[in-house]
């Protein structure tokens, strides 16, 4: 396979690229080394990201991204005469270049539709053969970080990792927009939901008495802190709390998310995109982990504890437990105190 690297250089200034962006928020995130990395190899070119309207956010005044396209099944672009007429919108931006970070057969077909000449991304889905620059695939579960899954196939292409480390921004009136929401004080966050399924949740009862007792030992504010699915879940942790917390869930944008989280002392979470998203801005966390991989989905930053219990079972991957969810009922609110004082009481 001819290294992307050489032959791009070569017209680097007039280059346009477009790398597609994973589906999940927590996938994105992690992606943000990458989309780095391509940054830094194509320093001149206009590097533009395609992405779900949701995840679309974490890249709207991102340092290495000069223009988001959003692409949105549910308004417009799904269906074959959507996913067409999308095709032919991106084909009139005229890129050079595609780098697919996400691995369905779709986003490949899209790359082809949309006339862009070089299409480089994992050989997976069936997809190889609308890829000219094919990667053979890397199985996830093979104990490769996914923010190394994304830089591997990179390496193999000769763009070379600048480093692990996540990348988000946020604007100065993003920053002033939490100050005023969340008002003065600490805080520390809440982020009791998981969108991949229910197996992922720690539960309501256990995040309250977790949140009652950091509050009344170092003084901090709670906010709640997920999304409109999850509304239910921040209702039975605001009814179960002694203190009255701040419930934002369901009742923010991601920017507005992203801002609130960055401004906590601490952020308490299941694994869910805003624990990648408080890891990105260096904020301290606790991660409860139960069906997932903590060692391929881990939050990358230093302050970071991780709790979970040892279930034999875990990590199964499911959505939905199908036995007794002892991989979450097996972590207790003292072994999560005990991690949260231990980032609280070491301020960095
Ligand atoms: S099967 Fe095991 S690891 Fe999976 S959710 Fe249930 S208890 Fe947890």
């Not at 920053?175 to 939901?193: F, M, R, S, T």
């Not at 990105?280 to 230093?302: K, M, Q, W």
Request: aromatic share 6%.
């Amino acid at each position: 396979m001819t290294p992307l690297l050489p032959e791009q250089r070569a017209a680097a200034k007039a280059a346009r690229i477009v790398v597609r962006m994973p589906n999940w928020i927590g996938d994105a995130v992690m992606a943000t080394p990458a989309l780095q990395a391509v940054r830094r190899a194509f320093p001149q070119a206009h590097l533009a990201v395609i992405a779900n309207p949701l995840v679309a956010e974490l890249f709207v005044a991102h340092p290495d991204c000069d223009q988001v396209i959003r692409f949105d099944k549910r308004a417009g672009d799904g269906g074959a005469r959507g996913f067409w007429r999308f095709c032919r919108r991106l084909r009139s931006e005229r890129f050079d270049l595609a780098i697919l970070l996400q691995n369905a057969f779709e986003a490949a077909a899209m790359a082809l539709l949309a006339g862009i000449p070089r299409r480089a991304g994992y050989r997976t889905d069936g997809r190889g053969l609308l890829l000219t620059h094919g990667v053979a695939a890397v199985d996830k579960k093979h104990g490769l970080h996914h923010v190394d899954y994304y830089l591997h196939m990179l390496g193999r292409l000769g763009i070379e990792a600048g480093g692990r480390r996540l990348c988000l921004a946020l604007t100065a009136d993003e920053q002033a927009g939490a100050q005023a929401l969340l008002g003065p004080g600490e805080w520390i966050a809440v982020n009791p939901g998981a969108s991949y399924g229910a197996a992922k949740r720690w539960l309501p009862e256990r995040f309250a008495a977790v949140a009652d007792t950091l509050a009344a030992e170092f003084g901090v504010r709670v906010v709640l802190t997920g999304g409109p699915g999850e509304a239910e879940i921040g209702r039975d942790i605001e009814r179960a709390m002694g203190v009255a917390p701040v419930n934002l869930i369901g009742r923010t944008s991601v920017r507005e998310l992203m801002a609130v989280l960055a401004r906590c002392r601490l952020v308490v979470t299941n694994d869910s995109g805003p624990m990648h998203i408080a890891a990105a801005f260096g904020v301290p966390l606790v991660a409860v982990f139960g069906p997932t991989d903590h060692t391929t989905t881990s939050p990358l930053t230093d302050r970071c504890r991780i709790v979970r219990s040892a279930a034999e079972c875990a990590p199964c991957m499911l959505r939905e437990c199908p036995v007794d969810h002892h991989c979450m009922t097996g972590v207790t609110a003292d072994m999560v105190l005990d991690a949260a004082r231990s980032l609280l009481g070491a301020r960095p």
